[in-house]
């Protein structure tokens, strides 16, 4: 999936046919989104952690952070 609209037509599907999601499964889909987010912003690479989230700048953010901190500012 690299569209929002995508990811949220998913869900919708997913609530119509088996209703309440488990949480396991909006976690998924919440970081799929973060990660199409990430992708539309420039970045290289998310990973997720059990307590953290990192970021792997491109090098165009290496070496002006301000750009991408701008960014996700404003989205």
Sequence with gaps: MTQIAQIADLKK?????????????SNLLSKILIKVLAK????KRVDFGTD????????????????????????
């Design 40 to 43: 539309q912003a420039g970045l």
């Design 13 to 25: 599907e997913l609530i119509d046919r088996y209703g309440k999601l488990p949480v396991e499964v």
């Design 52 to 75: 953290r989230l990192v970021v792997y700048c491109a090098k165009k953010y290496q070496k002006n952070p301000q750009t991408l901190i701008d960014w996700a500012l404003t989205n």
